[in-house]
């Protein structure tokens, strides 16, 4: 068996509308998740430059 990476948030779940905070939209995110994960992977890079 491969040791594969699963993704954190099931497909059933990710097809929730506004899957992040619950929040009824007709997007999957709504903006303000949106904008909340765009700084999130901006300061996971951050920190990844920076170096363990
Ligand atoms: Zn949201």
Excluded: N, Y
Excluded at 12 to 19: I, P, T, V
Excluded at 22 to 42: F, N, T, Y
């Amino acid at each position: 068996m491969a040791t594969r990476k699963q993704p954190a948030v099931p497909p059933k779940d990710a097809r929730q509308a506004g899957s992040v905070c619950g929040k009824a939209s007709d997007k999957m995110i709504c903006d303000i998740c949106a904008d909340k994960i765009r700084a999130e992977a901006l300061g996971k890079k951050k920190r990844e430059e920076k170096g363990a």
